[in-house]
Protein backbone atom coordinates (compact mmCIF):
# COMPACT_ATOMS: atom_id res chain seq x y z
CA UNK A 1 0.00 0.00 0.00
CA UNK A 2 1.98 3.30 -1.37
CA UNK A 3 2.09 6.08 1.22
CA UNK A 4 -0.78 9.27 0.73
CA UNK A 5 0.22 12.49 -1.37
CA UNK A 6 1.61 14.98 0.74
CA UNK A 7 -0.79 17.68 1.75
CA UNK A 8 0.48 21.25 0.43
CA UNK A 9 0.75 22.23 3.50
CA UNK A 10 3.08 19.12 4.29
CA UNK A 11 5.39 20.26 1.37
CA UNK A 12 5.28 24.02 1.92
CA UNK A 13 6.79 22.58 5.64
CA UNK A 14 9.44 20.53 3.58
CA UNK A 15 10.74 23.87 1.59
CA UNK A 16 10.19 26.52 4.51
CA UNK A 17 13.17 23.75 6.49
CA UNK A 18 15.00 24.18 3.30
CA UNK A 19 14.79 28.07 3.51
CA UNK A 20 14.93 28.58 7.15
CA UNK A 21 18.56 25.61 6.67
CA UNK A 22 19.61 27.89 4.20
CA UNK A 23 19.57 31.45 6.20
CA UNK A 24 21.16 30.21 9.03
CA UNK A 25 23.94 29.12 6.83
CA UNK A 26 24.02 32.48 4.86
CA UNK A 27 24.06 33.98 8.94
CA UNK A 28 27.05 32.16 9.73
CA UNK A 29 28.88 32.71 6.80
CA UNK A 30 28.06 36.71 7.59
CA UNK A 31 29.53 35.75 11.05
CA UNK A 32 32.75 34.38 9.35
CA UNK A 33 32.90 36.95 7.27
CA UNK A 34 33.06 39.75 9.92
CA UNK A 35 35.73 37.81 11.63
CA UNK A 36 37.95 37.50 8.44
CA UNK A 37 37.27 41.83 8.00
CA UNK A 38 38.33 42.46 12.05
CA UNK A 39 42.02 40.44 11.05
CA UNK A 40 42.21 42.71 8.29
CA UNK A 41 41.40 46.29 10.39
CA UNK A 42 43.96 44.73 13.16
CA UNK A 43 46.49 44.44 10.42
CA UNK A 44 45.69 47.32 8.54
CA UNK A 45 45.67 49.33 11.83
CA UNK A 46 48.95 47.77 12.78
CA UNK A 47 50.42 48.76 9.64
CA UNK A 48 49.06 52.15 9.31
CA UNK A 49 47.48 53.37 12.59
CA UNK A 50 43.64 54.47 13.09
CA UNK A 51 42.60 55.81 9.62
CA UNK A 52 39.50 54.60 7.11
CA UNK A 53 40.87 52.05 4.58
CA UNK A 54 38.03 53.05 2.24
CA UNK A 55 38.58 50.70 -1.45
CA UNK A 56 35.85 52.13 -4.00
CA UNK A 57 37.88 50.25 -6.09
CA UNK A 58 37.78 47.03 -4.74
CA UNK A 59 34.29 47.76 -4.37
CA UNK A 60 33.00 48.16 -7.62
CA UNK A 61 35.24 45.30 -9.11
CA UNK A 62 33.13 43.11 -6.25
CA UNK A 63 29.96 44.02 -7.23
CA UNK A 64 30.46 43.83 -11.11
CA UNK A 65 31.98 39.93 -10.37
CA UNK A 66 28.82 39.53 -8.19
CA UNK A 67 26.35 40.93 -10.81
CA UNK A 68 28.57 38.73 -14.19
CA UNK A 69 27.54 35.40 -12.05
CA UNK A 70 24.59 35.98 -10.61
CA UNK A 71 22.20 33.77 -11.92
CA UNK A 72 18.14 33.19 -11.50
CA UNK A 73 15.12 35.88 -10.77
CA UNK A 74 16.54 37.00 -7.50
CA UNK A 75 16.95 40.94 -8.32
CA UNK A 76 20.29 42.18 -8.99
CA UNK A 77 19.76 45.42 -7.60
CA UNK A 78 18.78 43.98 -4.45
CA UNK A 79 21.54 41.85 -4.46
CA UNK A 80 23.61 44.40 -5.00
CA UNK A 81 22.07 46.24 -2.60
CA UNK A 82 22.93 43.41 0.28
CA UNK A 83 26.57 43.87 -0.69
CA UNK A 84 26.63 47.50 -0.48
CA UNK A 85 25.19 47.13 2.95
CA UNK A 86 28.05 44.85 4.02
CA UNK A 87 30.59 46.15 2.56
CA UNK A 88 29.55 49.48 4.63
CA UNK A 89 28.69 47.72 7.41
CA UNK A 90 32.31 45.84 7.40
CA UNK A 91 33.92 49.23 6.70
CA UNK A 92 32.12 50.93 10.12
CA UNK A 93 34.53 47.98 11.84
CA UNK A 94 37.74 48.37 10.55
CA UNK A 95 37.94 51.99 11.02
CA UNK A 96 35.61 55.31 11.20
CA UNK A 97 33.90 55.89 8.31
CA UNK A 98 31.58 59.34 7.86
CA UNK A 99 29.59 60.72 5.04
CA UNK A 100 28.97 64.75 4.46
CA UNK A 101 25.78 65.01 2.07
CA UNK A 102 25.56 67.90 0.55
CA UNK A 103 21.78 69.05 0.63
CA UNK A 104 21.67 72.53 -1.28
CA UNK A 105 17.75 72.13 -1.30
CA UNK A 106 16.81 70.72 1.39
CA UNK A 107 14.80 67.96 -0.04
CA UNK A 108 16.87 65.31 0.90
CA UNK A 109 17.51 63.80 -2.56
CA UNK A 110 21.42 63.58 -2.14
CA UNK A 111 20.59 62.01 1.46
CA UNK A 112 18.54 59.32 -0.41
CA UNK A 113 21.47 58.83 -2.76
CA UNK A 114 23.66 58.30 -0.44
CA UNK A 115 22.15 56.17 1.84
CA UNK A 116 21.21 54.15 -1.11
CA UNK A 117 25.09 53.41 -1.57
CA UNK A 118 26.52 54.00 1.74
CA UNK A 119 23.82 51.93 3.32
CA UNK A 120 21.76 52.03 6.57
CA UNK A 121 24.59 52.07 9.14
CA UNK A 122 27.16 54.76 8.07
CA UNK A 123 26.77 57.78 9.89
CA UNK A 124 25.85 60.58 7.46
CA UNK A 125 25.41 64.46 8.08
CA UNK A 126 23.71 67.06 5.75
CA UNK A 127 25.60 70.53 4.46
CA UNK A 128 23.78 72.99 3.00
CA UNK A 129 27.01 74.17 0.58
CA UNK A 130 29.21 72.48 -1.43
CA UNK A 131 31.57 74.22 0.00
CA UNK A 132 30.92 72.92 3.87
CA UNK A 133 31.16 69.06 2.32
CA UNK A 134 34.47 70.01 0.76
CA UNK A 135 35.78 71.38 4.40
CA UNK A 136 34.30 68.77 5.97
CA UNK A 137 36.79 66.23 3.77
CA UNK A 138 39.98 68.96 3.72
CA UNK A 139 39.78 68.81 7.52
CA UNK A 140 39.28 64.93 8.07
CA UNK A 141 36.10 65.62 10.03
CA UNK A 142 34.59 63.52 7.24
CA UNK A 143 35.89 59.90 5.08
CA UNK A 144 33.55 60.77 1.87
CA UNK A 145 31.23 63.81 0.64
CA UNK A 146 28.38 63.34 -1.82
CA UNK A 147 28.47 66.47 -4.16
CA UNK A 148 26.23 66.99 -7.43
CA UNK A 149 27.85 66.06 -10.74
CA UNK A 150 29.18 69.48 -12.05
CA UNK A 151 26.77 72.04 -14.63
CA UNK A 152 23.81 69.27 -13.20
CA UNK A 153 20.76 71.74 -12.13
CA UNK A 154 20.82 70.03 -9.13
CA UNK A 155 24.25 71.93 -7.84
CA UNK A 156 22.32 75.38 -7.78
CA UNK A 157 24.67 77.72 -6.67
CA UNK A 158 27.56 75.05 -6.05
CA UNK A 159 28.24 73.87 -9.96
CA UNK A 160 31.57 75.01 -9.97
CA UNK A 161 33.06 73.45 -5.98
CA UNK A 162 35.36 71.15 -8.17
CA UNK A 163 37.70 74.27 -7.95
CA UNK A 164 38.42 73.55 -4.60
CA UNK A 165 39.69 70.23 -5.85
CA UNK A 166 41.99 72.00 -8.43
CA UNK A 167 45.13 71.84 -6.15
CA UNK A 168 48.52 70.07 -5.81
CA UNK A 169 48.60 69.84 -2.39
CA UNK A 170 49.14 67.03 -0.60
CA UNK A 171 45.87 66.13 1.18
CA UNK A 172 43.40 67.98 -1.22
CA UNK A 173 40.35 66.27 -2.12
CA UNK A 174 39.74 63.54 -5.29
CA UNK A 175 36.92 62.59 -6.60
CA UNK A 176 36.71 59.09 -6.22
CA UNK A 177 33.21 57.63 -7.22
CA UNK A 178 29.69 58.61 -9.00
CA UNK A 179 26.67 57.74 -7.36
CA UNK A 180 24.78 55.23 -7.74
CA UNK A 181 26.68 52.57 -8.83
CA UNK A 182 23.59 50.59 -8.68
CA UNK A 183 20.30 52.81 -9.51
CA UNK A 184 17.67 51.52 -7.65
CA UNK A 185 14.28 51.02 -9.44
CA UNK A 186 12.40 53.15 -6.35
CA UNK A 187 14.94 55.78 -6.46
CA UNK A 188 12.90 58.93 -5.95
CA UNK A 189 15.03 61.61 -8.63
CA UNK A 190 15.87 58.89 -11.21
CA UNK A 191 17.91 61.31 -13.31
CA UNK A 192 19.76 62.51 -10.19
CA UNK A 193 23.91 61.36 -10.05
CA UNK A 194 26.23 62.68 -7.83
CA UNK A 195 30.11 62.78 -6.76
CA UNK A 196 32.10 61.49 -3.96
CA UNK A 197 35.43 63.09 -2.90
CA UNK A 198 37.65 61.87 -0.49
CA UNK A 199 41.21 62.52 0.56
CA UNK A 200 42.10 59.09 -0.85
CA UNK A 201 43.46 58.62 -4.26
CA UNK A 202 41.02 56.76 -6.84
CA UNK A 203 42.37 53.53 -8.07
CA UNK A 204 41.76 52.13 -11.79
CA UNK A 205 39.19 49.33 -11.83
CA UNK A 206 39.24 47.95 -15.97
CA UNK A 207 36.25 50.03 -16.48
CA UNK A 208 36.57 54.00 -15.56
CA UNK A 209 36.10 57.65 -16.19
CA UNK A 210 38.67 60.52 -15.07
CA UNK A 211 38.49 64.16 -14.97
CA UNK A 212 40.77 66.10 -15.63
CA UNK A 213 41.25 70.05 -15.50
CA UNK A 214 42.55 72.71 -17.69
CA UNK A 215 43.57 76.20 -15.94
CA UNK A 216 44.62 78.64 -19.25
CA UNK A 217 45.58 82.08 -18.90
CA UNK A 218 45.70 84.87 -21.59
CA UNK A 219 43.74 84.38 -24.75
CA UNK A 220 40.55 82.75 -25.00
CA UNK A 221 40.65 79.31 -26.83
CA UNK A 222 37.74 77.53 -28.39
CA UNK A 223 36.11 74.49 -26.80
CA UNK A 224 37.38 72.83 -30.67
CA UNK A 225 40.72 73.61 -29.74
CA UNK A 226 40.56 72.23 -26.08
CA UNK A 227 39.15 68.32 -27.67
CA UNK A 228 42.14 69.09 -30.14
CA UNK A 229 44.99 69.65 -27.15
CA UNK A 230 43.58 66.43 -25.75
CA UNK A 231 43.50 64.35 -28.77
CA UNK A 232 47.33 65.51 -29.38
CA UNK A 233 48.02 63.92 -25.69
CA UNK A 234 46.48 60.65 -26.79
CA UNK A 235 43.33 61.47 -24.63
CA UNK A 236 39.62 61.61 -25.64
CA UNK A 237 37.20 63.94 -23.75
CA UNK A 238 34.05 64.76 -22.98
CA UNK A 239 33.36 68.65 -21.88
CA UNK A 240 31.62 69.00 -18.28
CA UNK A 241 32.06 72.59 -17.15
CA UNK A 242 34.06 75.51 -17.04
CA UNK A 243 34.71 77.87 -14.94
CA UNK A 244 36.16 82.02 -15.36
CA UNK A 245 38.08 83.77 -12.87
CA UNK A 246 38.49 86.74 -15.10
CA UNK A 247 41.01 88.89 -13.77
CA UNK A 248 44.40 90.72 -15.03
CA UNK A 249 45.06 86.92 -15.72
CA UNK A 250 42.01 86.33 -17.49
CA UNK A 251 42.06 82.84 -15.82
CA UNK A 252 39.22 80.14 -17.30
CA UNK A 253 39.59 76.88 -15.71
CA UNK A 254 38.06 73.82 -17.53
CA UNK A 255 36.68 70.58 -16.56
CA UNK A 256 36.40 67.37 -18.93
CA UNK A 257 35.77 63.64 -18.36
CA UNK A 258 38.02 61.16 -20.34
CA UNK A 259 36.75 57.48 -20.82
CA UNK A 260 39.71 56.07 -19.13
CA UNK A 261 41.99 55.53 -15.83
CA UNK A 262 45.01 58.84 -15.42
CA UNK A 263 46.79 58.64 -12.86
CA UNK A 264 47.97 61.45 -11.73
CA UNK A 265 51.75 61.66 -12.76
CA UNK A 266 50.18 60.06 -16.43
CA UNK A 267 52.81 61.25 -18.52
CA UNK A 268 49.75 62.58 -20.98
CA UNK A 269 49.03 65.06 -18.70
CA UNK A 270 52.57 66.70 -19.31
CA UNK A 271 51.41 66.29 -23.45
CA UNK A 272 48.29 67.90 -22.67
CA UNK A 273 50.12 70.98 -21.00
CA UNK A 274 52.24 71.28 -23.79
CA UNK A 275 49.25 71.56 -26.31
CA UNK A 276 48.82 75.30 -25.48
CA UNK A 277 52.18 76.85 -25.91
CA UNK A 278 50.57 80.64 -26.59
CA UNK A 279 48.68 80.25 -23.45
CA UNK A 280 49.91 79.48 -19.96
CA UNK A 281 48.19 76.21 -18.88
CA UNK A 282 47.75 74.06 -15.44
CA UNK A 283 46.93 70.60 -15.48
CA UNK A 284 45.42 68.51 -12.67
CA UNK A 285 43.76 65.07 -12.67
CA UNK A 286 41.11 66.00 -10.40
CA UNK A 287 40.28 61.71 -9.31
CA UNK A 288 37.86 59.45 -11.39
CA UNK A 289 35.49 56.83 -10.69
CA UNK A 290 34.42 52.86 -11.97
CA UNK A 291 32.11 53.66 -14.22
CA UNK A 292 28.20 52.26 -12.87
CA UNK A 293 26.17 49.70 -13.86
CA UNK A 294 24.03 49.88 -16.38
CA UNK A 295 20.00 49.10 -16.76
CA UNK A 296 21.28 46.85 -19.49
CA UNK A 297 23.76 45.59 -17.74
CA UNK A 298 21.31 44.48 -14.71
CA UNK A 299 18.40 43.22 -16.49
CA UNK A 300 15.65 43.54 -13.88
CA UNK A 301 13.78 39.80 -14.66
CA UNK A 302 10.37 40.19 -15.62
CA UNK A 303 7.44 39.80 -13.70
CA UNK A 304 5.88 36.05 -13.66
CA UNK A 305 3.21 35.55 -16.36
CA UNK A 306 -0.34 35.75 -15.17
Not at 113 to 135: I, K, Q, W, Y
Not at 146 to 164: E, F, I, K, Y
Not at 262 to 290: K, T, W
Amino acid sequence: MSSPEPTPDERLDVLRQQIDTIDDELHDLIVRRTELVERVGEIKRDAWGQVSFIRPGREARMLRRLNAQHRGRFPRPVLLRLWREMIIGSLCLEGPFSVAVFDGRGDGEFWDLSRDHFGSFAPMRAHRSATEVVTEISAGSATVGVLPVPGSHHANDDAHWWRALFSERPGTPKVIARLPFVRMPNSRAQDLDGLVISALDPEPTGDDRSLIAVELEGSEISRDRLFEGFERAGLRARWIDSHVTGGPANLRTHLLEVPEFVAADDERLGRLRNSFPDVAARVIAIGGYATPLTLDELRYPAPPAS
